[in-house]
């Protein structure tokens, strides 16, 4: 976007990355931000007093994995817009504060579906191969060739079960095909029978998908409604040596259910992405199981994803401030 001739004369705005990162990303964030136009601040040692400090002068604040608090609204007397760099908002952003405030809030859902569909397929077949396992035993010598042959499970001819079939779970759907998996989603909102049918794909209730799922796949928002959706009551009616893919929110499981369902051998398997408590606490209760893959909330966060987000993030905080319509605002009426 070419902004016009106005913001020559114009401060830069202070724009606050809510996110403590490495040197690295910053600077990714930098090749990318306007400069002409923008001032970034970043957290360096992520004190609440530097935290505090910085929100104070922030015109924009650009969030994610980290919770923007009502205190920390309080705080950013400036701040006039908030951007997400994702699309989880729902337990990031205290939204109530920014209603009363007028501040406008946005998504950025460009790469987001993309780079978690990868991961949630990277997860199943991690997960179904014990590729974590048994790469970390044969990286100190311990050769599993025949250990898991009676339980190691394959995407193809699988049947996979989406939970949430929203902008991801339609980009997960979409690249299951190629595995000729036997695809089902459940859903609050019935979809056109068109995108069914590109997508090879069918809704079902939730119990059928529960009962039917050699993988199960989690792709909603953390709500009152979504919290332990997926609790022993849930993962009790799952197929007997079913998989389980978090990558939406770690509070949509209910982890010490999932834990028993692990021991007890009814799951077979999980891929983690997110947890309960993140950081999760040390030692991690999944962390003796073979048949369970972690990783820390990295779904979407592969460099070709921030690019694209940043790019867009800029975008759209240019038209805010040049009083144009933005792209994916969310309405907090």
């Keep these: 976007m070419n902004a016009p001739f106005f913001w020559k004369y114009r401060m830069k705005k202070k724009v606050l990355y809510f996110i403590k990162a490495d040197k690295n990303f910053y600077d990714l964030i930098r090749s990318i931000i306007p400069t002409e136009r923008y001032e970034l ?11 505090n400090r910085l929100l104070a002068e922030a015109e924009l604040v650009i969030v994610g994995g980290a919770r923007m608090s009502a205190a920390d609204v309080d705080v950013a007397a400036k701040c006039r817009l908030v951007l997400h ?3 989880g908002y729902h337990d990031t952003v205290a939204t109530d ?3 009363k405030r007028q501040i406008r809030l946005a998504v950025t859902p460009q790469g987001t579906s993309e780079g ?6 990277m997860m199943m077949l991690a997960t179904g191969r014990r590729l974590a396992f048994c790469d970390s035993e044969l990286r100190v010598g311990r050769w599993h060739s025949n250990t898991f042959r009676s339980s190691a499970r394959q995407l193809f ?3 996979v079960g989406i ?7 339609k ?3 979409k690249r299951l095909i190629g595995f000729d998996t036997k695809t089902i989603y459940t859903d609050l909102i019935e979809i056109e029978p068109e995108i069914e049918m590109e997508l090879k794909t069918k809704r079902v209730s939730m119990e059928t998908l529960l009962s039917e799922s050699d ?3 989690l792709h909603v928002p953390l709500t009152d409604c979504t919290h332990h959706l997926i609790d022993e009551v849930a993962l009790a009616k799952m197929k007997v040596g079913a998989t389980l893919i978090n990558c939406a929110r770690g509070p949509v499981v209910s982890e010490l259910g999932l834990v028993n369902a692990l021991r007890s051998g009814h799951i077979g398997g999980a891929g983690l992405d997110v947890f309960e408590i993140e950081p999760p606490p040390t030692p991690n209760p999944f962390a003796d199981f073979p048949n369970v893959v972690l990783t820390p909330h990295h779904a979407p966060g592969t460099r070709d994803t921030m690019i694209v987000k940043f790019k867009e993030i800029f975008a759209n905080a240019d038209r805010f401030f040049n009083g144009e319509r933005m792209e994916n605002e969310i309405s907090l009426i």
């Design 41 to 51: 601040m970043t957290l360096e040692d992520g004190s609440v007093e530097e935290r």
């Design 85 to 87: 760099q994702g699309v």
């Design 97 to 99: 504060i920014l209603m």
């Design 116 to 121: 978690v569909a990868e991961h949630a397929i």
């Design 157 to 159: 001819g699988a049947t």
């Design 163 to 169: 939970i949430g079939f929203g902008r991801i779970g």
């Design 171 to 173: 980009q997960v759907a």
């Design 215 to 217: 993988f199960v796949t």
